[in-house]
């Protein structure tokens, strides 16, 4: 179990929105905004950025409707939603959130 706890430490995942519209725009607007989802997945050493490099170009050639950015210590998702839909951010986290077990399951224990 010990060893579990290790190897999800190898993948970090963090997330972040942008939008054209301001903090005023949503909340008098409500959710209308035109919005771009970030996932960003950061790698502790060159095995787990390698797994993050195959990873990102997967996602690039079998979803479109996202652009995948590498990063020095890892790779950046990029999805735009035409607007933001509560449904549609949380599908996406959970996505992104299942691509990090993958991810992490292919990751061999030691560094």
């Given at each position: 179990m010990q060893n579990d706890a290790k190897q999800e430490e190898l993948i970090d995942l963090s997330f972040s929105m942008e939008s054209s519209g301001t903090l005023w725009n949503v909340i008098f607007e409500g959710f209308?905004?035109?919005?771009?989802?970030v996932s960003k997945f950061t790698g502790h050493g060159p095995k787990a950025v390698n797994t993050l490099y195959r990873f990102g170009f997967m996602i690039f050639e079998r979803y479109k409707d996202c652009k995948v950015e590498p990063k020095d210590s890892g790779i950046e998702i990029r999805k735009s939603l035409p607007e933001n839909d509560t449904?549609?951010?949380?599908?996406?986290?959970?996505?992104?959130?299942n691509v990090r077990e993958e991810m992490t399951s292919l990751m061999p224990y030691a560094q």
């Open positions: 209308d905004q035109n919005v771009v989802l449904e549609l951010v949380d599908e996406w986290t959970t996505l992104m959130e």
